[in-house]
């Protein structure tokens, strides 16, 4: 399984991006899928996380301004972005537990500046 993130680019604050993530091929067995994120000289950190029930939790920095769904049928993950701030900046990476295995997809930088 390979995970495929895009979405990511340069936005002025107070704007917004749609990140996506695709998995190739079919996948099963979906324990959780999630979005991390890693600012420069900081640790990785869970921006949102969605269970294989559909149970939704979002890191408290960006509650209120993000938005997690997927589709299943398309084997897509994604995260609605809005009143993006400087601190919101970061490398976004798609993470999906199947079974016991964690995949990652290869990260894709966001830019929050004026």
């Known amino acids: 399984v390979q995970l495929q993130a895009s979405g990511g680019g340069l936005v002025q604050p107070g704007g917004s991006l749609r990140l996506s993530c695709t998995a190739s091929?079919?996948?099963?067995?979906?324990?959780?899928m999630n979005w991390y994120r890693q600012a420069p000289g900081e640790q990785r950190e869970l921006v949102a996380t969605?269970?294989?029930?559909?149970?939704?939790k979002y890191g408290n920095s960006v509650k209120g301004r993000f938005t997690l769904s997927r589709d299943i049928d398309k084997n897509t993950l994604y995260l609605q972005m809005n009143s993006l701030k400087p601190e919101d900046t970061a490398v976004y990476y798609c993470?999906?537990?199947?079974?016991?295995?964690?995949?990652w997809g290869q990260g894709t930088l966001v830019t929050v500046s004026s």
């Open positions: 993470n999906f537990i199947l079974g016991l295995r964690p995949y």
């Open positions: 969605i269970s294989s029930g559909g149970n939704i």
């Open positions: 091929g079919s996948i099963n067995n979906i324990n959780a």
